[in-house]
């Protein structure tokens, strides 16, 4: 995980960067956050082309671009470790109307009323539009 930015009561949002963090998140979360990354990854991957035609070169540069064509996966934590939220936003954290970014909390419950707070601080560190209407799709 690569830390992204600082939230009020000592949390921090994190940006989940492998599989296995995926899975993690997923299993801890009780939710799919895991089959979206994998699905955005394999995307990525497809929509890479190599620089170079030799076959022990054509690697180089992928993993960069991957995380740059990616949606970011991100998980808030609490100054233990323990995830409270889950977060898909936009490649690069740009704001993109064609894009819906989703946040949610254990089990896909709603995170605004316990995490709002730390949303927003999210929101104003990569400013974008992260309100409630728009990012939990989920209506209970």
């Known amino acids: 995980m690569r830390y992204v930015c600082d939230a009020p009561d ?3 949002w994190f940006r989940l ?3 296995a963090e995926a899975i993690a ?3 801890i979360m009780h939710h799919a956050v895991e089959k979206f990354f994998c699905q955005e990854k394999a995307k990525a991957e497809r929509s890479f082309t190599p620089v170079s035609r030799t076959f022990i070169e054509q690697e180089i540069g992928l993993k960069a671009h991957v995380q740059r064509v ?3 996966f991100l998980t808030l934590r609490d100054g233990e470790g323990e995830p409270l939220a889950t977060a898909m936003l936009p490649p690069g954290g740009q704001e993109d109307r064609g894009f819906r970014p989703i946040i949610v909390g254990a089990g896909n419950a709603d995170p605004y009323p316990d995490q709002g707070a ?16 728009r990012c939990y799709p989920y209506r209970r």
């Open 25 to 27: 998140e997923s299993e």
């Open 118 to 133: 730390a949303i927003r601080a999210l929101a104003d560190h990569l400013g974008l539009d992260l309100n409630r209407g």
């Open 10 to 12: 000592g949390k921090t």
């Open 70 to 72: 990616m949606p970011l």
């Open 17 to 19: 960067e492998t599989e």
